[in-house]
């Protein structure tokens, strides 16, 4: 598969990263060189092969509905990149 | 030319359970700003995701309960986008297995396709503050269950996605896998809409509105993005297929920024949660366990109490209201009785009170009690209902009320027949009126009969007396025992 600038854009607007120009080639590169990867894993004939979702043959992993206390907030919010007392900051993100 | 609206519905309904999906944070309405929120739910790296096992069973349950085909074998999925409202910058939900395929629901004549239904969390608020020009996340929501049904584009009218939401209120309450609260979103509906020429086999361009709160809200948004689009046709421009909020205010639709629009969710499998195995065992359980629902109980209130079919539609709009009538009536109450006592008094004061069914103080007995003295003759309907109200909001002593109130009916027909006679005569002005042919002049000497009786005699008795004594009948005889 053929890795563009233009798709190196838009993938890096979806995660929301800005990348400067020299990165964007040498990101281009290294995109191409992985999703290359793939092309030789495509070789294999793997109809007829379920699709593999998980490592652990895990089932029905499942707990009670039953309430546990929820952190303390000052020490969730201890982490956070800006200080307030009752919630996460972030840029705007509301019209 | 005709137009034909094509409408089909996503519907978000957050499920009655204690705890989160995928954490043990508590799902209460309400709380300060990120108090119901631990690692998990906040999206903090290295931490576990754990499937709540009712979740899976509410699921499974609204999936039986609108005739979907449950997959045996499920999973979820990571959809990706970056927006605050989702701290791990994804939402746990299900694209490729989701719980429940191809359901219908019937109504009134049409059936709706159910398209899917599957099992996702709920994101957060968000509040900007405009003072240091940023945004506040709580995260209070995040990770509360929810389901989405997704209908076929089978709906042509408001009144037909009404109705369908109401039957799928009714439904889902009477499964108690889910309150359906619109007014505090465990009930939200997304409206994808396009419109056609009337006979055409082909799907127009569709737009999804957005933010409809209420059914009202639901209808009006229909109406003004229908004729938007049928314009912007007819003036030979294209409709864009977009998502637009609906402004409640304004009473219009406007579309939201491209941004937001554009919508490439990088779907892949969540790897932090195994897969889930159905067996035969826990669908049979499940189904053996399914509650009667409103439809059932309905027909079987006309069958087996002959009660008309507005009574029957009013009784059960509300899985509490008809459990109350069935245990009122299950203590000996005339069928007919307790369903009128419910559709006038109950719901009066609950509606007085804004109080929901469920959490009525009143119970069963005490309502049966009530209905037992009037049919007894020893409380007439008037005062039944003022002990109504005395004993409503703390499920009083009827009994013990109406003893230490003196509101027993006067059972002695000679007490009657006595104040009968005093009123005809002191009231010679209001006889000969009546005898004129003034019917006012006779609910006159009623009243004065009663207000003379305190209220507390049988009003038939008195009727019956007065007219018998006013056509000239003498007084019934003056040592008659209690009234039959
Ligand atoms: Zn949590």
């Not at chain 2, 609108?66 to 791990?88: A, H």
């Not at chain 2, 020009?133 to 990770?143: E, I």
Request: aromatic fraction near 6%; charge should be negative.
């Amino acid at each position: 598969m053929k890795i563009t600038t233009e798709l190196v854009d838009y993938i890096s607007e979806l995660s929301r990263l800005s990348l400067p120009e020299e990165e964007k080639a040498a990101m281009t590169a290294q995109l191409e060189r992985i999703v290359g990867y793939m092309d030789v894993l495509n070789r294999l004939d793997t109809a007829g092969v379920e699709p593999m979702s998980h490592v652990f043959p895990l089932v029905n992993v499942l707990r009670e509905d039953e309430v546990i206390p929820s952190q303390d907030r000052a020490e969730l919010l201890a982490g956070a990149p800006a200080p307030d007392p009752e919630a996460f900051l972030v840029p705007r993100a509301v019209e | 030319m005709t137009w034909e609206t094509v409408i089909g519905l996503e519907t978000h309904v957050e499920l009655a359970t204690k705890t989160k999906i995928f954490c043990s944070c508590t799902t209460a309405f309400g709380g300060d700003p990120n108090t119901h929120c631990c690692p998990v739910c906040t999206g903090m790296p290295g931490t576990l995701p754990v499937l709540n096992k009712r979740v899976l069973e509410f699921a499974v349950k609204a999936g039986l309960a609108l005739n979907c085909s449950i997959t045996r074998y499920t999973k979820f999925d990571r959809k990706n986008y970056f927006y605050p409202d989702l701290p791990k910058a994804y939402q746990i939900s299900q694209l490729y297995l989701p719980i429940c395929r191809d359901g219908r629901v019937d109504i009134g004549g049409k059936t709706v396709r159910i398209h899917e239904l599957h099992m996702e969390e709920d994101a957060g608020k968000l509040v900007h503050d405009p003072w240091i020009d940023q945004t506040r996340a709580d995260y209070n929501r995040c990770g509360v269950p929810l389901i989405e049904i997704v209908t076929e584009p089978d709906f042509r009218t408001a009144e037909e996605v009404i109705a369908y939401l109401e039957k799928l209120k009714e439904t889902l309450q009477y499964l108690g896998v889910s309150d359906c609260k619109m007014q505090e979103g465990s009930l939200r509906c997304d409206v994808n809409l396009s419109v056609r020429p009337a006979g055409s086999g082909e799907l127009g361009t569709r737009t999804e509105m957005k933010n409809l709160s209420s059914f009202k809200a639901i209808a009006r948004a229909i109406a003004y993005e229908a004729n938007r689009q049928i314009e912007l046709i007819t003036e030979g421009k294209r409709v864009v297929q977009e998502t637009r909020r609906w402004d409640e205010n304004k009473d219009a639709t406007y579309a939201m920024r491209s941004k937001e629009n554009a919508q490439d969710y990088r779907y892949f499998p969540e790897p932090d949660i195994p897969p889930v195995r159905l067996s035969e065992e826990y669908l049979d359980a499940l189904r053996a366990a399914l509650p009667e629902l409103a439809g059932a109980k309905r027909a079987r209130y006309q069958a087996d109490y002959s009660l008309p079919e507005y009574d029957c539609q009013m009784i059960t709009s509300d899985p509490a209201l008809a459990a109350f009538f069935e245990d009122t009536v299950a203590l000996g109450a005339p069928p007919k009785q307790a369903a009128n006592w419910i559709m006038g008094q109950v719901l009066a004061a609950l509606s007085a009170r804004a109080m929901e069914p469920k959490a009525m103080p009143l119970t069963p007995p005490t309502l049966a009690r009530l209905i037992a003295l009037v049919g007894e003759g020893r409380l007439n309907r008037n005062t039944a209902v003022k002990v109504f109200e005395a004993v409503f909001d703390s499920d009083g002593d009827v009994d013990a009320y109406v003893r230490e109130h003196g509101l027993e009916q006067i059972s002695d027909a000679s007490l009657v027949e006595d104040v009968v006679t005093r009123v005809l005569a002191s009231n010679p002005k209001s006889v000969a009126d009546f005898r004129a042919g003034k019917d006012k002049a006779f609910g006159f000497l009623v009243g004065q009969v009663m207000r003379e009786l305190k209220g507390k005699a049988d009003p038939r008795a008195v009727n019956e007396r007065l007219r018998a004594r006013l056509a000239g009948e003498g007084p019934a005889p003056s040592r008659g025992g209690p009234r039959e």
